[in-house]
């Protein structure tokens, strides 16, 4: 298995009973496209959008976006006048072949998740529409037990309603329910939920406050599979199966 960083109690893998994936930088590179995509959306329509005004919009909340178009002029007219209805276009201009867009691991450790029989769900503040359309574009047929968008009622990460909701319809409780991260509103609205919880490092760099709400960092996708099935080797093996 890849060397894993513990920032917190250990977690406990022979108690996972299921799993929660974020979406967006998680499970597929959007964030990248948001990065890159944004600027040359500004460029278009007469707007100095550098990549820093892009990066610092990830994640934040309503009240930073605010300060945000304060200082970058023409930042929510590019973002939802013209990225956000249009998502689904960049997405499969950058990502054309089925499978391009996967970050590295998601295929092994969803395969293997079906095969060991741990059901898993997605749950992200994207549209549904969004969702299904980046699940259907992967490199093999996913099979979640429940998907689950941020746009249908539920209160935003950090909150961790969405996250409780998934652990709901997979029948579990939140401490045997994993949940797979890539942002700080998502590590904490894990942490607060009682889920535990992976980050796994995309675009955003932890600051003080989102280090503390990390309770283990892995690599990629794959070594959260390495994870799960050493823990399940070594239980089966005790049990003589």
């Known amino acids: 298995m890849d060397e894993c960083r513990q920032t917190a109690a250990p977690l406990d893998a022979s108690q996972i009973q299921a799993v929660i994936f974020d979406m967006d930088g ?18 278009a329509n007469g707007f100095d959008l550098p990549p820093a005004a892009a990066r610092a919009m990830m994640g934040c909340d309503s009240r930073k976006a605010v300060e945000l178009e304060d200082r970058y002029p023409g930042l929510d007219q590019c973002l939802n006048g013209e990225y956000t209805p249009n998502r689904l276009k960049y997405f499969f201009e950058m990502f054309p072949a089925p499978g391009s867009a996967d970050k590295p691991g998601l295929g092994e450790l969803t395969a293997w998740l079906e095969e060991a029989e741990i059901p898993y769900a997605v749950a992200s503040s994207s549209t549904r529409n969004d969702i299904m359309a ?6 093999r047929t996913l099979h979640p037990a429940a998907v689950l968008s941020g746009k249908e009622g539920f209160k935003s990460k950090p909150d961790p309603d969405i996250f409780l909701a998934a652990a709901m319809e997979l029948g579990c409780d939140p401490a045997q329910a994993l949940v797979l991260e890539d942002s700080a509103h998502g590590v904490k609205a894990a942490k607060d939920g009682g889920f ?35 823990a399940r080797d070594n239980r089966q093996e005790k049990e003589g199966k």
């Open 26 to 43: 998680l499970m597929f590179d959007t964030e990248s496209m948001f990065l890159k995509v944004l600027p040359e959306i500004g460029i």
């Open 134 to 139: 980046f699940l259907g574009h992967a490199s």
């Open 196 to 230: 535990p919880c992976i980050w796994i490092p995309d675009v955003v760099q932890p600051d003080e406050e989102m280090k503390q709400n990390i309770q283990m960092e892995l690599p990629d996708l794959a070594a959260v599979k390495d994870w799960l099935k050493a």
